[in-house]
């Protein structure tokens, strides 16, 4: 575990992150710099998305205790401060908050790389984000590696961001579900979340998996099952 500073936030980096650049060794044929870049740069877009999070903890009075990254992701661990819990409106703040931002910056970060601030063909970079595909790769294959990194950036930053938002077990999504059927639903509310969460999650599983990925699935499903069954995987 490698733990720093930032934000006035202790960050902890757990040695699964690492296991990252074992996956796409695995799964991809790409240059080893791409293979290593990736890893940075998701780990810099997960950590923008739990500061989303934690910034919006600490501005409602909460007190977090740590932003960690590990190879499912990475999750923010906070609590109440003296002002006492926090009410159901600023959790569903809390739980949005952190797509909310790293969209908002993978936005910014797409902007600048379109209009040719990264190197690389600002034309095509647009092109190739105006349908939303992942031929950003192309920059990896070429040696373009500053303009891959910045737009593998946007990518991991807005798109699973938005899934992000997807009310599947374990995600945002379902957190901010969650607290909406509770206050309609205070007795089936939360129960019915865990179901919707398991729908979710073969829907979207289906959806990625006919789209070429097989491990986002996986990984989606255990969310699901997880939360229907009461056992909590760390996530945000």
């Known amino acids: 575990m490698v733990s720093f500073r930032a934000l006035g936030f202790l960050v902890r980096l757990h040695l699964t992150f690492a296991l990252i650049v074992v996956l796409f060794v695995l799964d991809a044929d790409l240059p080893i710099p791409a293979i290593l870049l990736w890893m ?30 590990h190879l499912m992701g990475g999750y923010t661990q906070w609590r109440p401060g003296y002002d006492g819990p926090l009410e159901r409106r600023q959790r569903f ?56 990194s910045a737009l593998a950036f946007v990518w991991v930053s ?32 939360a129960r019915h979340t865990q179901i919707v969460g398991v729908i979710a999650a073969v829907v979207l599983g289906i959806i990625l998996w006919t789209n070429g990925y097989r491990f986002a699935p996986l990984i989606f499903v255990a969310y699901a099952v997880a939360d229907l069954m009461g056992t909590s995987i760390s996530v945000d």
């Open 93 to 148: 703040i809390v739980s949005a908050a952190g797509s909310g931002l790293g969209i908002a910056v993978g936005l910014l970060v797409f902007l600048a790389a379109s209009r040719g601030l990264f190197g690389g063909d600002a034309e095509l970079i647009a092109s190739v984000f105006g349908v939303f595909s992942d031929s950003f790769w192309l920059f990896a294959y070429s040696g373009d590696y500053v303009a891959f």
């Open 40 to 69: 940075v740069v998701a780990g810099a877009s997960i950590l923008v998305h739990e500061f989303g999070h934690a910034l919006v903890v600490r501005r409602f009075g909460g007190e977090v205790e740590n932003v960690t990254l």
């Open 158 to 189: 807005v798109f699973w961001g938005l899934i992000n938002w997807v009310p599947v077990g374990g995600l945002d999504g379902s957190h901010m579900l969650r607290e909406i059927w509770t206050s309609i639903d205070p007795e089936n509310g």
